[in-house]
């Protein structure tokens, strides 16, 4: 089937940022001669490398002189290196942006918070003359209320590199990114934050170029935008989730929580009714990051043998999210996932079972028959054909239209 999801994206983000940082407003903050940390963080973001092109030539135009940071707390197994890594495979390369990237994970302590966590900041931005941020606003995994992911969580964990991140999920995320946000924008050169709301397809919706006065009135704003723009899947209670790709680049957890159930991250009651859950792959994006991985139920070899380990528990240490990179049953290939995971349901004729490719693309989803009728009794919803499943030489998902139902 295939769900009615809004598609409305920018025509140019080049256009739109520099129609926004043109303003009085904006321009007023830099001059000549200025030494600007640019912070970018290890999502996939699309058109990023564009932004931060468009942005970089922004400044040099004003003899501003800009350079990278990474913004990642602990990813890139926490190295100098492999964060360097990671910005590259998003695009982010000093030939391509025409900057130089400055990656290291020496910081500084800024201060303490009242609840006992020390706030840091990555030293070479904390030494400029001037820091931009630059990050999606969207909902986190496992974070509620007005702050979740976007400005204020890349100013207080992801430029606090493996120290801050290590700090502030160890007093608690929720508790303690607005007070150290609030400490940082007062004791640090911050100055703007670039702010992108993504479609459900992962297009530029909008981009706010954000004062620093600005970030805690206007990144609630924006994220009650962005939550309007998630689909979900559209049925509860669900026997089998089937996910064929997990990873970084697709959530923060691998899986977005928002789609698969906050319970399986958080624990407590059940917010999606969804029984059994199998990841069939990890992308190739997601560079054997396989964190989040223990919300799955069911896993397969190739699944398995593609975890870099070191980068998953480093990013489970950081988080303290230690559930999250539990091995879950490992089976042969993604035949024996479907045989082995079907077998635990009792009405094989009303089974509920759902395919998504993966909790960021949920335009197409495949149902079994028992869900027809609720597909039809939907608006947002469109039958597109009928479809059997199986399997080719290596046991992987094969999909072959029989009808054309549409």
């Known amino acids: 089937m295939k769900?009615?999801?809004?598609?409305?994206?920018?025509?140019?983000?080049?256009?739109?940022?520099?129609?926004?940082?043109?303003?009085k407003e904006?321009?007023?903050h830099f001059h000549p001669g200025q030494r600007v940390a640019i912070a970018v963080g290890s999502r996939g973001i699309d058109s990023l490398s564009e932004i931060i092109s468009c942005l970089v030539s922004w400044l040099k135009n004003r003899q501003v002189k800009p350079f990278l940071v990474p913004a990642m707390g602990s990813h890139g197994s926490a190295t100098a290196a492999g964060q360097l890594a990671v910005s590259q495979s998003h695009g982010?390369?000093?030939?391509?942006?025409?900057?130089?990237?400055?990656?290291?994970?020496?910081?500084?302590?800024?201060g303490c918070l009242q609840n006992g966590a020390p706030v840091f900041m990555d030293k070479n931005a904390y030494q400029a003359e001037g820091i931009i941020l630059v990050n999606r606003i969207k909902p986190h995994t496992a974070m509620s209320g007005p702050v979740q992911s976007g400005l204020l969580k890349m100013l207080t964990v992801g430029l606090?590199?493996?120290?801050?991140?290590?700090?502030?999920?160890?007093?608690?995320?929720?508790?303690?990114?607005?007070?150290?946000?609030?400490?940082?924008?007062?004791?640090?050169?911050?100055?703007?934050?670039?702010?992108?709301?993504?479609?459900?397809?992962?297009?530029?919706?909008?981009?706010?170029?954000?004062?620093?006065?600005?970030?805690?009135?206007?990144e609630p704003l924006l994220l009650q935008e962005a939550s309007k723009l998630l689909p979900g899947i559209p049925f509860s209670p669900v026997d089998i989730l089937f996910i064929r790709y997990m990873g970084k680049d697709i959530s923060g957890s691998g899986m977005d929580t928002n789609v698969v159930g906050r319970w399986r991250r958080t624990g407590g009651r059940k917010d999606k009714e969804m029984q059994f859950l199998a990841a069939l792959d990890l992308t190739a994006e997601s560079a054997g990051n396989a964190y989040g991985v223990g919300m799955a139920d069911f896993i397969t070899r190739a699944l398995y043998n593609k975890i870099d380990f070191e980068t998953t528990y480093t990013n489970a240490l950081t988080s303290r999210w230690i559930d999250g990179v539990k091995i879950p049953m490992v089976l042969a290939d993604e035949k024996e996932v479907f045989e082995k995971a079907f077998r635990?349901?009792?009405?094989?004729?009303?089974?509920?079972?759902?395919?998504?490719?993966?909790?960021?693309?949920?335009?197409r989803i495949w149902v079994t028959t028992s869900l027809k009728e609720e597909v039809h009794g939907d608006q947002s919803l469109d039958i597109t054909g009928t479809t059997k499943v199986s399997f080719n030489e290596e046991n992987r998902l094969l999909l072959t239209k029989e009808q054309n139902c549409g």
């Open 26 to 28: 904006i321009a007023s």
């Open 160 to 218: 606090g590199k493996q120290d801050g991140a290590v700090s502030m999920h160890r007093y608690g995320l929720e508790q303690s990114i607005p007070e150290a946000a609030g400490m940082l924008l007062q004791k640090t050169p911050v100055l703007l934050g670039i702010g992108i709301i993504e479609n459900a397809f992962s297009k530029p919706y909008r981009l706010e170029v954000l004062p620093s006065a600005a970030f805690f009135s206007k």
């Open 92 to 110: 982010i390369t000093e030939e391509k942006v025409k900057a130089s990237i400055i990656s290291s994970m020496e910081t500084v302590q800024v």
């Open 3 to 23: 769900q009615v999801i809004n598609d409305q994206a920018l025509t140019s983000v080049e256009h739109e940022l520099l129609q926004q940082l043109d303003s």
């Open 344 to 363: 635990l349901i009792e009405h094989e004729d009303t089974i509920r079972a759902v395919l998504i490719n993966s909790t960021s693309d949920l335009e």
